[in-house]
């Protein structure tokens, strides 16, 4: 019987702690995240201590630990469990930042994708071993039917298992780019799209409640016919439908001076996190707080814009000039909590 009554009460104590501290889910497009080692397969050369941009290991570990202060920042009392990333060249990076860096004490994990992108920039993810046990994980590549030629960054795919034993099925993306313009790159980001479409209807054909969580830089704002029409990533709603996809950051699109990325005057909502509507549902074990849906913002991370007025995200160069900045993007997050039992 006293064995018993321990069994439950550590029970009850695991509830209340899932019930008190949210599952907080990041994305963060770093802005170039590179060594300072050339590679013989990638357009990297810019970013090593003779080239154009006079990359030292300084002002690696530098930038380092200007992203470790964001991810700690916008974790505040606690770091997010998941982190997702775009624009980081390789493993080297991704351990340094993990296990070199100011997140060392946080214990992260990480999956990183390896991509032909011409620069060597890839997607990668970041979790806390107590809050995600890791199961397995895809690349998806984007092979552009009309430019067999053409690469793009692959959708990193990675499941795995929450406290509550339900299986959780993050995407991270990072979308063609609007080099040459919006309306003329527009169809790669459409095709990219109806990829990311299909895997997902895989999912949930596969499994009843699919939770899934989409999260990167889709290069086009949530009105965007990527995203509204090809993802079919619709506006929250209460009674969502299990089967469908939403925006958590699709409130964002209709505000001024409000984004992510600031191009000249005009704000973007370039980064966002999408979820599957069974997640909506308040009575699962795990489920989004949609009003948490944040871009996340702080002085230290901002500069002033003295071209287009108003500030700008602190970049680490501006042309040339190295000012030690974080990144030309904002950072997003969303709570997620476990239900009181």
């Not at 092979?143 to 795919?157: A, E, G």
Request: net charge positive; with cysteine; aromatic share 12%.
């Amino acid at each position: 019987m006293r064995k018993l009554l321990l069994v439950c009460l550590c029970f009850c104590i695991t509830i209340s702690i899932f019930s008190q501290n949210p599952f907080r889910v990041m994305f963060y497009n770093v802005e170039n995240l590179f060594d300072t080692e050339k590679s013989s397969k990638k357009d990297d050369g810019d970013f090593t201590p003779d080239g154009k941009l006079h990359w030292t290991t300084g002002r690696y570990y530098n930038k380092l630990n200007n992203l470790a202060k964001v991810i700690t920042a916008t974790g505040e009392w606690d770091s997010p469990a998941i982190v997702g990333l775009c624009e980081v060249e390789n493993e080297r990076c991704m351990t340094d930042l993990t296990k070199h860096s100011l997140l060392k004490a946080q214990d992260y994990r990480y999956v990183i994708t390896y991509c032909a992108d011409r620069r060597g920039i890839n997607t990668a993810l970041m979790y806390q071993r107590d809050k995600f046990k890791y199961l397995s994980h895809k690349e998806y590549k984007i092979k552009f039917p009309q430019n067999p030629h053409k690469v793009t960054r692959d959708i990193l795919h990675v499941s795995g298992l929450i406290q509550t034993g339900d299986t959780l099925d993050v995407f991270v993306c990072h979308f063609p780019s609007r080099r040459g313009g919006e309306q003329e790159s527009e169809p790669d980001r459409i095709f990219a799209a109806s990829v990311l479409r299909s895997k997902t209807d895989s999912l949930m054909n596969v499994r009843e409640k699919a939770n899934i969580i989409i999260m990167g830089d889709l290069n086009d704002e949530p009105t965007n016919k990527s995203i509204l029409n090809t993802l079919g990533a619709l506006p929250p709603e209460k009674d969502a439908n299990p089967l469908e996809l939403y925006n958590l950051f699709y409130k964002f699109a209709k505000q001024n001076n409000v984004g992510t990325y600031k191009y000249g005057r005009q704000w973007n909502v370039l980064d966002q996190i999408i979820v599957s509507g069974n997640l909506f549902d308040r009575k699962q074990n795990f489920h989004v707080l949609p009003e948490t849906a944040t871009i996340f913002q702080r002085d230290f991370m901002m500069e002033k814009d003295s071209s287009n007025g108003g500030k700008r995200p602190f970049k680490t160069y501006t042309g040339m000039k190295h000012t030690g900045g974080y990144s030309d993007h904002l950072p997003v997050y969303v709570d997620f909590q476990f239900c009181e039992l």
